[in-house]
Structures are given as C-alpha cells and as structure tokens.
C-alpha cells in the first residue's frame, strides 16, 4: 500500500499552530506602525547601505515654517 501523501491534511496541536504564527510574525520585518512612520518621513531604504535616513524635503520644509510660526506667535502674544 503507498504512503499518504505529504499534503494530507493533519490536526494540529495548540502549540504547534501558535509556534508556526509566531515565526510567520517574526519574518515580517518590513511591516509595523514604526517602518510605516519611518517610510513616510524619511527618505528611501538603500538596501546596499547601512546608514540613517535623512529627513524628506516637505518634513523639513513644515517643520521649519511650524517653528517659525511657533516664535513669531510667541514673540508677538509674550511679550
């Protein structure tokens, strides 16, 4: 008689089923709130260098105008 096939549907444990979830998780490095800010904010990954990213221009750009807004409010209205 030939042996079943590899593919035959087995009952699992818990454990098992919870060890295979959590190495699936693990593998997933390019997702997570944290890369999605980071993909957002900075510039792209150069898969061939190990080094920070800068900022993107715009963050920049509305970081820069946010301060300036921020000291002439706070130079006017403190005085």
């Known amino acids: 008689m030939p042996a079943l096939p590899s ?8 454990e098992e089923v919870h060890a295979e979830f959590e190495k699936l ?13 980071g993909d957002t904010l900075l510039e792209p990954r150069n898969p061939f260098q ?3 990213r800068n900022a993107k221009r715009w963050v920049v750009a509305v970081g ?10 706070s130079f006017f209205h403190l005085r």
């Open 25 to 37: 998780l693990r593998d997933r490095h390019h997702m997570g709130l944290r890369n999605l800010i």
């Open 64 to 73: 820069g105008l946010s301060l300036l807004g921020v000291l002439i409010f």
């Open 7 to 14: 593919d035959e549907p087995r009952v699992l444990s818990v």
């Open 50 to 52: 190990n080094k920070r």
